[in-house]
């Protein structure tokens, strides 16, 4: 019972690279979320998806793509990483209900 | 100000301590209530769900909203060292906002022996 899965666990980024964060979840959950947890501002949603085929931002989505390939997937995509987008990037999975969601383990991003 | 504020502590507790961790909102529509819970380096994990006012019990917590005053607590009784993690309330309206939960800062409790 996997869950939520992200890949990678880590990754440090040089100023401008990209790179795209992967989340897929076996749980058959419709909406599927992306948030960034930086120290004394707690989970900040960047984007999410109510449901397969569809996408929206979030309070922070600033500098971040988004793909909903499929019911399972979400991705993540950093365009041009830059110093403040350094966080815990979590990944997250919820029944139509929206009822609690089922959270990946993370993804530690250091932007250098 | 932030729709969701919840003290960040940290928060240090004997062993078999009553806990209290609370949060407290703005926003008047939101109207289901979570607690999760994070251990070091790990994702959050789902503690307690409670929709609306009231409270809740499952095992050695409690979950209570107050609507009216715009305010949660979770109490844990019977502290236990294995307690020892960050506390985030999350909350959201429902309806056409479901799923969107807005946060708190989390609380930092410290179990010791």
């Known amino acids: 019972n996997a869950g939520v899965t992200q890949t990678p666990k880590f990754q440090v980024l040089k100023t401008g690279q990209s790179m795209t964060l992967q989340c897929a979840q076996d749980?058959?959950?419709?909406?599927m979320y992306w948030y960034r947890q930086d120290p004394g501002m707690g989970l900040r949603l960047i984007y999410y998806?109510?449901?397969?085929?569809?996408?929206d931002k979030g309070e922070v989505p600033n500098g971040y793509n988004v793909s909903r390939l499929n019911k399972r997937e979400f991705s993540l995509r950093l365009e041009s990483a830059a110093p403040s987008q350094t966080s815990v990037y979590f990944c997250?999975?919820?029944?139509?209900?929206?009822?609690?969601?089922?959270f990946g383990s993370g993804t530690r991003l250091t932007v250098v | 100000q932030k729709e969701v504020e919840q003290d960040p502590g940290p928060l240090s507790v004997p062993e078999g301590a009553i806990v209290s961790l609370n949060c407290t909102y703005s926003?008047?529509?939101?109207?289901?209530f979570m607690w999760y819970r994070q251990y070091s380096r790990k994702g959050p994990e789902l503690l307690m769900y409670?929709?609306?006012?009231g409270n809740k019990e499952d095992g050695r917590f409690t979950a209570q909203v107050d609507k009216s005053s715009k305010y949660i607590s979770l109490f844990i009784r019977d502290s236990q060292p294995s307690d020892s993690a960050t506390y985030l309330c999350?909350?959201?309206?429902?309806?056409?906002?479901?799923?969107?939960?807005?946060f708190g800062q989390g609380t930092i409790l410290t179990v010791h022996p």
């Open positions: 997250a999975s919820s029944p139509q209900t929206g009822t609690g969601y089922t």
């Open positions: 749980m058959n959950h419709n909406s």
């Open positions: 998806s109510a449901s397969e085929g569809t996408t």
């Open positions: 926003n008047s529509a939101f109207q289901y």
């Open positions: 409670t929709y609306s006012s």
């Open positions: 999350a909350m959201n309206a429902g309806g056409t906002s479901y799923g969107k939960l807005t």
